[in-house]
């Protein structure tokens, strides 16, 4: 994984709150160009393992899915998606991010599917980041819905998600 360039790294310092722990590459930007989702490497600089691939940085789509979440949005898309479902996008998940990984790397690595989630669900945000970077989620798409359903107040391609990635 590429060093971020400098703006993209204080962009996304400022967005987090705090410096990325590794390094990352923003895949997914606004019209304006500011940081959506970003890619993590399969491991911090510390050489601790990192399971989510993709991460949200955006705060205003972060505030409203963490709404969701509050509302039981977790329990709720468990219960719409067949558990099956869930635990093949995991599996797919974990199989994309390991052939990130050296082939001749010794050592722990990173687990788990989308955000590191072994069975189930955890974190809305982790699997909208994993759908607007490309990936077929499931739970993305059961997300993107739901902040259709409120676009009254929030409207998630305002003003524009435009994906880095071909």
């Not at 962009?11 to 997914?28: D, I, K, N, S, W």
């Not at 590191?116 to 669900?121: A, D």
């Not at 059961?142 to 003003?159: G, Q, T």
Request: with cysteine; net charge negative; glycine share 10%.
């Amino acid at each position: 994984m590429p060093l971020p360039a400098v703006d993209d790294e204080d962009l996304v310092a400022r967005l987090l709150g705090r410096r990325p722990l590794g390094r990352f590459e923003v895949v997914v930007r606004r019209a304006d160009g500011s940081p959506v989702v970003i890619e993590n490497g399969p491991f911090l600089d510390s050489g601790r393992p990192m399971p989510t691939r993709f991460w949200l940085a955006d705060r205003a789509l972060n505030r409203v899915i963490g709404r969701l979440e509050a509302e039981h949005g977790v329990k709720r898309a468990e219960a719409e998606l067949a558990p099956e479902v869930i635990a093949a996008l995991h599996r797919r998940h974990a199989d994309q991010r390991d052939a990130l990984m050296p082939p001749d790397h010794e050592g722990p690595r990173p687990t788990g599917g989308v955000g590191g989630t072994r069975q189930g669900l955890k974190c809305l945000h982790a699997h909208y980041a994993n759908y607007l970077a490309g990936d077929d989620d499931p739970v993305g798409r059961w997300v993107h819905a739901r902040l259709s359903e409120w676009s009254a107040a929030f409207d998630p391609a305002e003003p524009g998600i435009c994906s880095d990635r071909a």
